[in-house]
């Protein structure tokens, strides 16, 4: 074939190949897509294991975060006050083992904020911060003075007090351990995350238990 | 005077001797019984955002070896955009400060975003806050503002964000920029940072390319 002919067959060819190309290229961004592009293909994985868990009084506490009038009550939503009763239940229990029970606040609020139900009594730590109950507050210090290894987190909100304060926990080198009736938002998402956050991320997923307050021994 | 408080059941008791019925919206469920029926919330809005050089950090986190990042995909994919962000705030006179976590050492951060000699590198597990200098180096320079990147999204970036936020910063974050071999884990750390109880409202969130210093 004259090499002039050839040249007319390859055009096309070329031209077709640098298209494709060029398509390739134009659709090819330095990551192919980030993560609020691929937003609504995520799919939830599966709810992470709930295991029974024996706790230990003399080197556990519990946490009781931001049970706050403001924050947990029906006009706010439901969730937080249906946690209540399972809440006190766990805390009687807590008690009555004479573990140590701290309670947390934030912004201004007081120990006198905090709904009646599940009340302080007075001689139990309080402490007031946002989300990172460690930030800017002697807790690390309670704990520590106490020989407390293993902390209990429940409280509102999910994903706020809960979600910080169990990874700030773990961080510390406690062990945690979340009743996931015990925690709260009234935004489903937000509670599931928080779930499958703290027994799957790095560092905190390998010293976080996931259970529920009847399966909890003392 | 205790405040009685009211409870569903009192509502419930209420509304049963007035209407005759009223289903009590107890906690029947836990969120792992609910949780096929969990819909996840819009994405937060993507925005431009400009950050004044002088006041601004860049904290480039565990851009390490093995499961950190170079066996990552989606981490080695940021890569290309992050190298960018780095060249333009180096260009812009952006202090630029590394962290590493577990037996790693500044030498060990993969070659294509490696510090240059002078940007400090702290080291810590997830919030690179606990136990190091950063808040001090960062208060030290007048920073008031930090752009938040690296692996693992859940890990570094969750914790170190908030903790920056929570402690008066203003963030940044990228979302081409964080990474997780997990795509539910970088979604949650998106919409944690935006809407985050108490620190939320002092995050943006943006892409690399819609920053401009």
């Avoid at chain 1, 002039?4 to 298209?19: E, G, H, K, N, S």
């Avoid at chain 1, 709810?47 to 003399?58: H, R």
């Avoid at chain 2, 469920?29 to 029926?37: F, N, P, R």
């Avoid at chain 2, 006179?93 to 400090?120: C, H, Q, R, W």
Wanted: one cysteine or more.
């Amino acid at each position: 074939m004259p090499a002039i002919q050839r040249v007319f067959l390859a055009a096309p060819t070329m031209l077709l190949a640098a298209l494709v190309s060029f398509l390739a290229l134009s659709t090819e961004p330095a990551r192919a897509q980030n993560i609020v592009d691929q937003w609504a293909s995520v799919k939830p994985p599966p709810p992470p294991e709930l295991k029974p868990v024996t706790v230990d009084p003399k080197t556990t506490a519990l946490l009781m975060l931001d049970f706050v009038k403001p924050s947990c009550n029906p006009e706010r939503g439901s969730r937080c006050v249906a946690t209540l009763p399972a809440v006190k239940k766990l805390l009687d229990e807590a008690r009555g083992k004479d573990m140590l029970v701290v309670y947390s606040a934030y912004g201004k609020l007081t120990q006198k904020d905090i709904v009646p139900e599940v009340a302080p009594n007075g001689s139990e730590p309080f402490v007031v911060s946002s989300v990172n109950k460690y930030l800017r507050t002697d807790l690390e210090k309670i704990l520590k003075d106490k020989g407390i290894q293993t902390v209990i987190t429940v409280g509102t909100f999910a994903h706020g007090a809960v979600l910080t304060t169990a990874g700030a926990s773990a961080e510390r080198g406690f062990n945690v351990i979340v009743p996931i009736d015990g925690m709260s938002f009234d935004n489903l998402y937000a509670e599931q995350y928080t779930a499958w956050h703290l027994s799957n991320a790095p560092g905190i997923g390998n010293k976080t238990t996931l259970t529920k307050i009847d399966m909890m021994k003392f | 005077m205790r405040q009685t408080p009211i409870t569903c059941g009192t509502i419930a008791l209420v509304a049963t001797l007035m209407t005759g019925a009223y289903v009590c919206p107890a906690r029947a469920a836990d969120i792992v019984d609910e949780w096929a029926s969990v819909k996840a919330p819009p994405a937060p809005q993507v925005k431009p955002v400009t950050a004044d050089p002088k006041t601004t950090a860049l904290l480039m986190m565990d851009y390490l070896p093995k499961f950190y990042c170079a066996e990552d995909p989606r981490c080695v994919a940021t890569l290309p955009a992050m190298r960018k962000l780095l060249a333009a705030a180096r260009a812009g006179g952006v202090t630029v400060i590394y962290s590493i976590a577990g037996n790693f050492t500044p030498v060990d951060i993969m070659k294509d975003v490696a510090p240059l000699g002078g940007e400090p590198t702290v080291k810590a597990h997830a919030d690179k806050f606990i136990d190091t200098d950063l808040e001090k180096i960062l208060k030290d320079k007048g920073i008031q503002t930090v752009i938040v990147t690296g692996t693992a999204a859940n890990g570094a970036v969750l914790y170190t964000g908030s903790g920056a936020a929570l402690r008066g910063f203003k963030v940044i974050v990228p979302v081409d920029g964080l990474s997780s071999e997990d795509l539910f884990a970088e979604q949650l750390t998106v919409w944690q940072l935006a809407n985050g109880p108490g620190f939320g409202k002092q995050v943006t969130v943006t892409r690399s390319d819609m920053i401009k210093f």
